[in-house]
């Protein structure tokens, strides 16, 4: 009798703990993630093509993605605070929208919420002839498999991502972030860096461009190799590219104060002579 009402009270002390257990979880978690999730409403944005001459984004950390659409139509999607003070302005064909509230990230939580309350995302119809300009503090930019007719981004500490992209010209300025673009097509590639890392990928030769590549204090390698020049009759090591081609218009520049510039390209293979062919 004595060992049953023992295991009675170690069941219902386990149980109690248990339901007290559950009540925290989902005070401490749940409660707080649908209360802020609660606060958000999504803005849908769906404008004709034909119509836009820009987009620009203004925010502090959203993460902002540009995506393409079979449509014809500029999509724009984002969630916004109820009680907010955020502004979107058509003025002119230029398309604006400024995120004055840091985006709220769950600190405290196991579960991820399918509401991305943080993102911002841009649809681009095909052969987009639309400027996109992104200014941000510490957000993240993506740019994936699209075309538009330029891209000027100004990053504090932020990210920058591209990949297969088709674009007049690239413009990015950035303190410590890190720049990565990836198969991209473009006349005019300007990159300012600071102290970030930069990685450059064109789907071409760099005989084909202007060069004026420079990493003061940092590392430049092309295609994975340091770059190397004679200086007084021996060959070293150097930071820099300067390539000033006649008749040529595109080019590449990017400068920076202490960062790592890695640079890849797609170079014709060097044609062997018969003289060069060994017998």
Known sequence: ?????????????LLAAGIAASLWFYN????????????????????????????????INHRVNVVPTDEDK?????????DSANSFV??????SLKIIERAEEPTNSFITSTRQIDTIT??????????????????????????????VLSSISGAVNFRNVITGKLDINSNSGVV????????LINILEVTGNVTLEINDSLTLYNLNILSNNGRLTVNENPVRVMIDDKETVVNYIEEQREGVTR???????????????????VQETNENVQE
């Open 1 to 13: 009798m004595f060992k049953r009402n023992s295991f009675l009270v170690i069941m219902m002390v």
């Open 28 to 59: 401490t978690y749940i409660v707080p993630n649908a209360q802020m999730s609660s606060t958000y409403m999504e803005v849908y944005q769906d404008l004709d093509a034909n119509e836009i001459r820009s987009v620009s984004i203004d925010t």
């Open 74 to 82: 500029v999509k724009i999607s984002y969630f916004q605070r109820t």
């Open 90 to 95: 058509i003025n002119n064909r230029d398309v």
């Open 122 to 151: 841009i649809y681009l119809p095909s052969q987009s002839a639309i400027a996109v300009t992104n200014k941000t503090i510490e957000g993240v930019f993506n740019a994936e498999n699209v075309t538009a007719e330029s891209f």
């Open 180 to 187: 990565t673009v990836s198969g991209i097509e473009s006349n």
């Open 251 to 269: 080019s590449i520049s990017i400068n920076s104060l202490r960062s790592s510039i890695d640079v890849y390209s797609h170079e014709e293979p």
